[in-house]
């Protein structure tokens, strides 16, 4: 092999280096863009995602579990039990044991935004598909509905009322029913 012909294997050798090289630098700066797209973190929390304690994980495990209730008890009974639970605990006003309380105490917003939050995770759960994941969501948004209830000081029966009031009647004239001064305080441009 002659001078030239060793120049241009050396090249070509040094060239399939330099490329395999590149390759892995572009490989390397693809993982690291997919890092880079992620939204950025606020200033003096860790970049590495923190793995909860072991008691958090065995309590959420036991906690987290899916509630088998036996068939009589599931019924939406449950509902003016849970309203009499939550009622109670407001009552109470011990926040330092009670989940109701301390979202009581919190005030009006802080309870209706726990339950719109609570909504559109169900929707989320809902949309994807995941039906024990509506199960679950649903549970928690029905919570807060009772909590957004005993906020505002509104029994159970009332809504029942209601919903007996509305049976048999369509939603389309329900709505067209509805006086039109809700309609402009809510600020909604739906039709009825």
Sequence with gaps: MGKDAKRRKKRANGAGAA?????????????TSKRKAALPLPPGLPALPVAPPERT??????????????????TAA??????????ARRLEGDVARSHSARLLARGTAKVAQK????????????????????VMESADLLYHLVVVWVNAGIRPEEVWAE???????????EKAARP???????????LP
């Design 115 to 134: 339950l719109g939050e609570e909504a559109v995770e169900c929707v989320i759960e809902a949309t994807q598909g995941h039906r024990e994941g509506t």
């Design 78 to 87: 449950i509902l003016d039990s849970l309203w009499q639970t939550v009622e």
């Design 19 to 31: 490329a395999a090289a590149t390759t892995k630098k572009r490989a390397a700066s693809k993982k």
């Design 180 to 190: 039109q001064g809700i309609l402009g305080a809510a600020g909604t441009t739906k």
């Design 57 to 74: 994980l065995r309590a959420e495990a036991r906690h987290l579990t899916p509630f088998e209730a036996p068939p009589s008890a599931a």
């Design 163 to 173: 919903l007996a009031r509305r049976q048999g009647i369509s939603g389309i004239a």
